[in-house]
């Protein structure tokens, strides 16, 4: 066997590879042009972006009124800003609102509060999740 015959064969076992590697992949070996794992994260739908002014008001109205007046301000924020409580693991209860999740082991206030503390970084971090 000479060079040319062994450059051949190793280019040919090659191609047979990287076509059996993309089937195992979900690709079509005999595309000219590979997927691009790029373009299928394009495809992926985004996260909404959140309301920065949204979240910046709300976490004031937390800090201003979670103490004195907290079940006033639970009720308004679950009628008017889509407030949910439910409950997590361990114990846990897990507030969501306004695209923003948070949760504590030591009850509604203590979710609220931690609430308010991730839209505040949100807010900070320009509302990417």
Do not use: Y
């Not at 004031?60 to 679950?78: Q, S």
């Amino acid at each position: 066997m000479n060079d040319t015959q062994n450059i051949t064969e190793a280019t040919e076992a090659t191609e047979a590879t990287e076509a059996t590697e993309a089937v195992d992949q979900g690709a079509d070996p005999q595309a000219e042009n590979p997927p691009d794992p790029k373009e299928h994260a394009a495809e992926a739908p985004a996260a909404p972006a959140l309301a920065l002014d949204r979240l910046t008001r709300l976490a004031a109205d937390i800090e201003a009124l979670h103490r004195a007046r907290f079940t006033d301000l639970v009720h308004r924020l679950e009628t008017e800003e889509g407030l949910e409580f439910t409950d997590g693991p361990m114990g846990a209860v897990v507030c969501k609102m306004a695209g923003v999740r948070a949760q504590s082991t030591a009850g509604r206030h203590g979710a609220l509060t931690n609430w308010a503390n991730a839209a505040r970084r949100a807010v900070l971090k320009g509302g990417a999740k």
